[in-house]
């Protein structure tokens, strides 16, 4: 299989994710992924995460002694300390620094877990059992989120687990609404997929995998869609 190449497009949009999270939405963040309380519509989105997160664990293997899991995009870190705590040796990275710190910050001792700042596709990082990419591909278009998918499963011996924004029609809206009247300090816009065109550009461009699992999640005002890539 040969590995895709980043389009332009990926690069430009994980530069505008860095910036956005550093610059802007870092104590945001901060506080939705704590146990602080937070307003109705955020509330919504925690839940919504929680949900997601636990799904994608229950993906994994309950004793992940002795595997190597990359957590790609992990923010503060929650998936990538219960992944520790199962016995994974994780290394999680993200592209915005300040969440990496929070994450540091919180991580329970005597875990095995390498945080990193950069790109989850840095050949670098080397070999895994398992990916996870929860939410950090919901900013991209199929096409980026397909080429993403791919470098990474070439890199991955057992699952890759993602997800991604269904193509729903409340995200439709709320996306051509945001591009419609833009802000400086906006998060980058969340792209709705549609799952069907997913599935036909995974099945075409990995020939070698197939698709497992499946689930959506529907909280509120976050809605995500995971999907398991297992080898074929």
Not at 118 to 133: K, N
Not at 167 to 177: D, F, G, K, Y
Request: aromatic share 6%; charged share 25%.
């Amino acid at each position: 299989m040969t590995t895709a190449i980043p389009s332009s497009s990926y690069d430009d949009r994980r530069g505008r994710l860095e910036a956005y999270f550093d610059r802007t939405a870092s104590k945001a963040w901060e506080r939705l992924t704590s146990d602080a309380p937070v307003s109705g519509i955020r509330a919504t989105v925690r839940a919504g995460r929680d949900r997601m997160r636990t799904t994608l664990l229950s993906w994994l293997p309950a004793d992940m002694t002795g595997l190597r899991l990359l957590d790609a995009g992990c923010g503060t870190g929650a998936l990538a300390v219960e992944a520790a705590r199962r016995g994974a040796a994780v290394v999680a990275i993200d592209v915005a620094g300040s969440l990496v710190q929070v994450a540091r910050e919180r991580m329970p001792a005597a875990l095995n877990i390498e945080w990193r700042v950069g790109d989850m596709l840095d050949p670098a990082l080397g070999r895994f059992d398992h990916v996870v990419a929860m939410d950090s591909l919901i900013h991209y278009q199929a096409f980026d989120i397909v080429d993403v998918v791919q470098a990474l499963a070439d890199r991955t011996r057992g699952s890759l687990l993602f997800t991604f924004a269904p193509s729903t029609r409340p995200l439709v809206v709320m996306h051509a609404v945001g591009k419609l009247f833009p802000r400086s300090d906006r998060s980058p816009a969340i792209v709705p997929v549609r799952e069907r065109l997913l599935r036909t550009l995974i099945a075409g461009a990995m020939p070698a995998t197939r698709i497992g699992r499946d689930m959506r999640v529907a909280s509120g005002f976050y809605t995500s869609h995971a999907m398991e890539v297992l080898p074929g």
